[in-house]
């Protein structure tokens, strides 16, 4: 079953599997890298500051990133895979 999720305005979308686990999946070429910042941050449910304190940065270096006028590293976004159990998955279609 294939459900779709509204969060502030973008289009995500929830797999739910046979055994009641829930998957969110992010197409993430489909947004910019502010928005996909956002998202991650959004589904761990915490604010910018728990969010930056959990990694070991400041509220104000999150809102740069969500706001797109600083860049993050991809070392940063496994860092924050590795943390919340998130799965970066590339693949060529």
Known sequence: MRLVCIM???????????????????????????????????WTGKKQDEFGNDLGFGRMTVQGYERGVRRYTFETLMRIAKKYGYTITIEKK
């Open 8 to 42: 502030n305005l973008l289009v995500i979308h929830k797999v739910c599997l046979p055994r009641g686990e829930i998957v969110m999946k992010l197409v993430a070429n489909k947004y910019t890298e502010a928005e996909v910042m956002k998202i991650m941050r959004e």
